[in-house]
T-cell receptor, first 110, second 114 residues
């Protein structure tokens, strides 16, 4: 079965502090992994995907197949990073069927 | 640049009533899908469509019907609403639905069934 676990419901940090949002997955094959973000009063949108190996808004995420993790990191948090973050997995063949974690709310205080 | 538009934003239904949640996209995307989000759970796939005239079931399809008569529209129908269908519903589209394509989401419909 495919599963995504985000163990923290809320992560509260101060501006300038490092941030790590945890994501672990369960999937027997080679998954595609994503981070989606929802800012206040905005719609859910793609932040980054592991296959692109990109850094978006200072965030990076590395797929660790040994630990089945895809943690989202940023070295210096900004207040505008405050949002709900969802880790998502896409497994199997065929068409897109995303499996989402329960989300972590990141709160960055001044 | 409307993207994915869902209507209504909020709805209260009585048990047994029927209704249709509307979803429209203006990006000429082939792939559209419906998710529901319940407290303490991630989004779960209800139904999806890979193009006009083609639909299939997702993880939690029971109690919902869909159709795709045009590329733009993908309505979700509740034939006889139940309290268990109280949830936030999200419609999404992507260019072709292949793996690793970006999903674009609507703003959600908050449905309460009493």
């Amino acid at each position: 079965a495919q599963r995504v676990t985000q163990p923290e419901k809320l992560l509260s940090v101060f501006k300038g502090a490092p941030v790590e949002l945890k994501c672990n997955y369960s999937y027997s094959g080679s998954p595609e992994l994503f981070w989606y973000v929802q800012y206040s009063r905005q719609r859910l949108q793609l932040l980054l995907r592991h296959i692109s190996r990109e850094s978006i808004k200072g965030f990076t995420a590395d797929l660790n197949k040994g630990e089945t993790s895809f943690h989202l990191k940023k070295p210096f948090a900004q207040e505008e990073d405050s949002a709900m973050y969802y880790c998502a997995l896409e497994g199997g063949t065929g068409f897109q069927k995303l499996v989402f974690g329960t989300g972590t709310r990141l709160l960055v205080s001044p | 640049n409307a993207g994915v538009t869902q209507t209504p934003k909020f709805q209260v239904l009585k048990t047994g009533q029927s209704m249709t949640l509307q979803c429209a996209q203006d990006m000429n995307h082939e792939y559209m899908s419906w998710y529901r989000q319940d407290p303490g759970m991630g989004l779960r796939l209800i139904h999806y469509s890979v193009g006009a005239g083609i639909t299939d079931q997702g993880e939690v399809p029971n109690g919902y019907n869909v159709s795709r008569s045009t590329t733009e529209d993908f309505p979700l129908r509740l034939l006889s609403a139940a309290p268990s269908q109280t949830s936030v519903y999200f419609c999404a589209s992507s260019a072709n639905g292949l793996k690793n394509t970006e999903a674009f989401f609507g703003q959600g419909t908050r449905l309460t069934v009493v």
